[in-house]
């Protein structure tokens, strides 16, 4: 394959990348920019001066509670379809069966806009349905959330305007295992390609070879597509191949990461994990003793990485040294089950692991060798589940 970076499409997506200063989050319900109201004022919400965490819980009949982390009050919501599979991306819940995708609004989010942060707080609701159902991936950014089915080759984009006020509203579908978006247009991967597209869904500019597109996320340093032999990173200079290093087969099918830091990582299938830094187009292997569930880099001072193995123990890595972490891996007792899915979730401060069989919810200090700092009952089993509001 002719992998290559493409300055046709750097230059038409730079346009299009308006650095604005603040202004309210357009994914919230009816924000508005008038002087005698506070600065990012949003209609319909509260602004809070820390994130407003939450963890959204759905049984497998689909009943769904609200815990919020800060007051650690309950409250129950209108039910979904009973989910098969879940996605987040910190403010929507997206669950889907055979047959459609509901979309949930958690009602808290966070809006970063580089040198400060806003926190916001309204009331959590489910907003709606999208027709066709199957594992579902959700991205968004300010103006766009993407919805994604990769084993059916389709892709949704609303607006999240919209979405925030309690509508669905598609404005692009088109076929793809990869849509993200990006600005006021979207990146998708499809037929061994990665290409931008305006928001009626046409080619800008030229596309960058991908193999086998699967596995995408959203990054302060730009959107990043997984490829059978590496990734492309999109950012304002356009697209870049970032290729696995030589002799690797084993690359990650998809990527998580703590919202708005430009280090993914992704389960590496002979064992343990990839970190692929998207600001400096570089992989790191991450070994571990073994095989791993779920992976997230935080991204922070100390690169810490928190992962779930087969065993069902929680496992930090430090990797900010960039060396092996081989000695500094801390890990947890058994907290889940052994085999079945592994519901992680990772903020700025904690990870929080589900049992999807009892309900239990264990708050993951990762900082401090993996501390279990609290532990949450909600008191029944949970097929989907979601921390938002960071």
Do not use: K
């Amino acid at each position: 394959m002719n992998h290559r970076s493409t300055p046709a499409v750097g230059a038409a997506l730079g346009l299009t990348l308006l650095l604005a200063g603040c202004s309210p989050d357009p994914g919230a319900p009816g924000p508005t920019a008038t002087t005698d109201r506070p600065h990012g004022y949003v209609e319909g919400a509260r602004e809070a001066r820390e994130p407003q965490l939450r963890l959204l819980a759905v049984r497998p009949d689909g009943r769904t509670a609200i815990r919020d982390l800060l007051t650690d009050e309950s409250s129950e919501l209108d039910g979904v379809d009973a989910p098969g599979h879940a996605a987040t991306d910190g403010r929507f819940l997206v669950t889907s069966d055979d047959d459609r995708t509901t979309i949930v609004d958690g009602g808290a989010w966070t809006v970063d806009h580089g040198d400060h942060t806003h926190y916001y707080a309204a009331e959590p609701r489910v907003v709606g349905h999208v027709g066709g159902g199957g594992a579902v991936e959700v991205h968004s950014s300010e103006t766009a959330t993407t919805l994604t089915w990769q084993d059916r080759g389709e892709a949704v984009a609303l607006d999240r305007e919209a979405l925030g006020q309690g509508e669905v509203t598609e404005v692009l579908r088109v076929e793809a295992s990869v849509l993200l978006p990006f600005g006021e247009r979207f990146v998708a991967g499809a037929d061994d390609t990665v290409t931008v597209l305006d928001r009626g869904g046409r080619a800008v500019g030229d596309p960058v070879s991908c193999p086998e597109p699967a596995g995408g996320i959203v990054t302060r340093a730009g959107v990043v597509v997984g490829c059978s032999d590496g990734a492309v990173v999109v950012d304002e200079d356009g697209g870049a191949w970032v290729p696995l290093p030589e002799g690797t087969a084993d690359r990650p099918t998809a990527f998580a990461a703590r919202a708005g830091r430009p280090t993914v990582a992704g389960i590496a299938r002979e064992g343990g994990a990839w970190l692929l830094d998207a600001r400096e187009r570089s992989w790191q292997r991450v070994p571990s003793e073994r095989p791993l569930r779920a992976v997230v880099a935080v991204d922070d001072a100390d690169g810490h990485v928190v992962a779930v193995d087969d065993t069902g123990r929680v496992v930090v890595f430090a990797t900010a040294d960039g060396t092996s972490p081989d000695g500094r891996t801390v890990t947890t007792d058994p907290l889940v089950p052994a085999g079945g899915p592994a519901l992680l979730q990772v903020d700025a401060q904690r990870a929080y692991i589900a049992d999807p069989t009892t309900g239990t919810v264990h708050e993951i200090d990762f900082a401090d060798d993996a501390r279990v700092a609290r532990t949450i009952e909600l008191g029944h089993p949970v097929a989907a589940f979601a921390e938002v509001g960071r």
